[in-house]
């Protein structure tokens, strides 16, 4: 089955970059979408943005257009999110996630997720 | 962006009780919307899809239904492992967004 594995748990400064990692295994890479989502207590869920592996195309939310950078490495199944100048309101659990349309009766489903990783920035 | 006001915020519930969980997206969002669980310390794990969809695995107590602006998630049968938050998201129109969340409780 799908599973999605993704790196550990980041303890990085203000104005500094991190770039988190997402190991799909259990599917061919390219035939999913990969998704990557935050949390926060304060926030909620909030979708940063969607990369297809297999084109390299992305879509972000323009909430995070110029934070975060969707890229993917096809030759170990691996995505990745690259987040810049980083401010304690960065400071969440990532997750990725792995998503398929299946045709307009059903729609796009985000139906495998990752364990989530932890981003804290302090000083 | 499409709003998702997701109620209750909180909910406790006994054993065996059925309870009813609501999303009303602020414009028609055609059924492409997904019920989450997610417990403590966990991600969240897909539930129902396309509004009504069960994913594999989910026990039959849990169903969903609406449609256009309205949805819902129903629990018939509160189990104690149940006990966990739910979210709704909807995957009509980027940016996809989620509901709030309801925390879901055994009373």
């Known amino acids: 089955q799908v599973q999605l594995q993704q790196s550990g748990a980041e303890l990085v400064k203000p104005g500094t970059s991190v770039k988190l990692s997402c190991k799909a295994s259990?599917?061919?890479?390219?035939?999913?979408?990969m998704n990557w989502i935050k949390q926060t207590t304060g926030q909620g869920l909030e979708w940063i943005g969607i990369?297809?592996?297999?084109?390299?195309?992305?879509s972000y939310n323009v909430k995070f257009k110029g934070k975060a950078t969707l890229t993917v490495d096809k030759s170990s199944s691996t995505a990745f999110m690259q987040l810049s100048s980083l401010t304690p309101e960065d400071s969440a659990v990532y997750y990725c996630?792995?998503?398929?349309?299946?045709?307009?009766?059903?729609?796009?489903?985000?139906?495998?997720w990752g364990q989530g990783a932890s981003v804290t920035v302090s000083s | 962006d499409i709003q998702m006001t997701q109620s209750p915020a909180s909910l406790s519930a006994s054993l065996g009780e059925t309870v009813s969980i609501e999303c009303l997206a602020s414009?028609?969002?055609?059924?492409?919307l997904a019920w989450y669980q997610q417990k403590s310390g966990k991600s969240p794990q897909l539930l129902i899809y396309?509004?009504?969809r069960l994913q594999d695995g989910v026990p039959s107590r849990f169903s969903g239904s609406g449609s256009g602006t309205r949805y819902s998630l129903k629990i018939s049968g509160m189990q104690p492992e149940d006990e966990a938050d739910y979210f709704c998201?909807?995957?009509?129109?980027?940016?996809?967004?989620f509901g709030a969340g309801t925390k879901l409780e055994l009373k």
């Open positions: 414009e028609g969002i055609s059924n492409d």
């Open positions: 998201q909807q995957s009509y129109k980027y940016p996809y967004t």
């Open positions: 259990g599917y061919t890479f390219t035939s999913n979408h």
């Open positions: 996630a792995s998503g398929v349309y299946y045709g307009p009766l059903i729609g796009y489903v985000m139906d495998a």
């Open positions: 396309a509004a009504s």
């Open positions: 990369i297809n592996p297999g084109s390299g195309g992305t």
